[in-house]
C-alpha cells in the first residue's frame, strides 16, 4: 500500500507543502491541513500513475502492482484525491483553485504520458511537485512576486532532485528504452549539467536567505553526486525539506 502510493515521495510532499506555509503564514491548524491535503493529492496522483506504468513495471520491476492488478487502484486513487479535496475546503476560499491546480497536474502527468518526453518530465515534476509548496505558501497569504520567487526556486531544487533520480536509474531505464537525460544525453553530461544546476541554487539560496538551511545539503548533494554515490545524492533532496520545515518551524 505504502509503495502504491510512493509513501515516501508524498512525505516529502508534505514537508514541502508546510515549508511554502511557513514561510509566509503564522503556525495554526492550518499548516496541517494545507500540508495533509498536499500529501492526499500527491499520493492519488502516484496511485494513478501506477495504472498507466503496467509495461515500465513488468520491466524495471518484473511484476505490475498487486492493487493495480487486483483492480483495488481505482477506489484507492478516488479516496486519496477526495481526501484532500476536502480537505482544502477547510482552508480559506482562494486556495481551491490552487488545490484543483494540483489535482490537473497529477492527472495529466499519466493521462498525456508526461514521462516520455525528454526533459518535459523533469520540468513537470520540478514545477508540478512545487504547486504544493504553492498550495501552503497561499493558504493565509497573497500571491506575490516573493511568493513566486521561492516557487522557482523550489521548482529548481525538485527539478535537480528529478534529474539525479534519472541518473540512478540510468541503467535500468536504458535496457527499457526509457528516454530520461541522462540515456539521451549521457550519464557524463547529465552529471555536469547538474554540476551547473547545484551552483545556480546555491546561488539562489544563499539570495533567498530564508532558505539558507538549504545550503549544506545542496553541498552534500555535490559531494555525493562527484563521488558517484548517487542513491546518497538524491536522499539529501528529500532531507532538506524536511530540515527546511524545521528551520521555519523553531
Do not use: Q
Not at 509503495?3 to 514537508?15: E, S
Not at 482562494?94 to 491546480?101: E, Q, R, T, V, W
Not at 530520461?180 to 550519464?187: A, K, N, Q, Y
Amino acid at each position: 500500500m505504502l509503495d502504491f502510493i510512493r509513501f515516501r515521495i508524498c512525505l516529502t510532499i508534505f514537508f514541502t507543502s508546510a515549508s511554502g506555509y511557513l514561510l509566509f503564514n503564522p503556525v495554526g491548524l492550518n499548516l496541517l491541513i494545507a500540508a495533509l491535503s498536499s500529501f492526499f493529492v500527491f499520493s492519488g496522483g502516484y496511485a494513478y500513475n501506477n495504472i498507466f506504468d503496467r509495461k515500465e513495471d513488468i520491466i524495471n520491476r518484473g511484476r505490475i502492482n498487486p492493487f493495480v492488478k487486483s483492480g483495488k487502484s481505482y477506489p484507492i486513487v478516488f479516496l486519496c484525491f477526495a481526501a484532500g479535496f476536502l480537505l482544502s475546503l477547510l482552508l480559506p476560499p482562494h486556495s481551491i483553485p490552487f488545490f484543483i491546480l494540483m489535482l490537473g497536474a497529477n492527472i495529466f502527468y499519466s493521462l498525456l504520458r508526461i514521462k516520455r518526453y525528454t526533459l518535459l518530465k523533469n520540468l513537470y515534476t520540478g514545477f508540478g511537485i512545487s504547486l504544493a509548496f504553492l498550495f501552503g505558501a497561499i493558504t493565509g497569504f497573497e500571491l506575490n512576486v516573493e511568493v513566486m520567487a521561492y516557487y522557482f526556486l523550489m521548482s529548481l531544487l525538485i527539478f535537480i532532485g528529478s534529474v539525479i533520480s534519472d541518473l540512478r536509474d540510468y541503467d535500468g531505464d536504458e535496457k527499457a528504452g526509457i528516454n530520461t537525460i541522462p540515456v539521451t544525453f549521457g550519464f557524463h553530461k547529465t552529471k555536469n549539467m547538474v554540476y551547473i544546476l547545484l551552483a545556480l541554487l546555491s546561488f539562489l539560496v544563499v539570495f533567498f536567505h530564508r532558505v539558507i538551511v538549504l545550503l549544506p545539503f545542496v553541498f552534500a548533494t555535490f559531494i555525493y553526486l562527484y563521488k558517484n554515490k548517487i542513491s546518497f545524492a538524491h536522499s539529501f533532496g528529500g532531507l532538506s525539506l524536511i530540515a527546511l520545515s524545521i528551520w521555519l518551524l523553531l
